[in-house]
């Protein structure tokens, strides 16, 4: 099992920058797919990035060249660096764990990111 704890939410004005860390425990994810989730309110979960366990790297369309995904499997983390925030990338953020081919998810508990126009 691995427990996911997300940290660095928080209010930022349009244009400022946050950086979100995800820390796991209980597992190693270096053969995990580590993603990025957001649910803004009365909005669907949507993905908004992820690092597989082979290197692929994937952006949702919204943020790339704004956002960027980091692992250190050393240390069990990843980050996600958002920059040039705007109100819309306002919502609840997750962190989420697979372990291809098994079925085995997990998720963090969330950590708010508000941006203000």
């Known amino acids: 099992q691995v427990q996911l704890v997300e940290s660095g939410g928080g209010l930022v004005q349009a244009g400022g920058s946050l950086r979100l860390s995800c820390a796991a425990s209980g597992s190693t994810i270096s053969d995990m797919t580590m993603s990025w989730y957001r649910q803004a309110p009365g909005q669907q979960l949507e993905l908004v990035a992820f690092s597989s366990n082979d290197g692929r790297l994937y952006y949702e369309e919204v943020v790339k060249g704004r956002f960027m995904i980091s692992r250190d499997n050393g240390k069990n983390t990843v980050d996600l660096q958002m920059n040039s925030l705007k109100p819309e990338d306002t919502a609840v953020y997750y962190c989420?764990?697979?372990?291809?081919?098994?079925?085995?998810?997990?998720w963090g508990q969330g950590t708010q990111v508000t941006v203000s126009s």
């Open positions: 989420h764990a697979e372990r291809p081919f098994t079925g085995y998810t997990s």
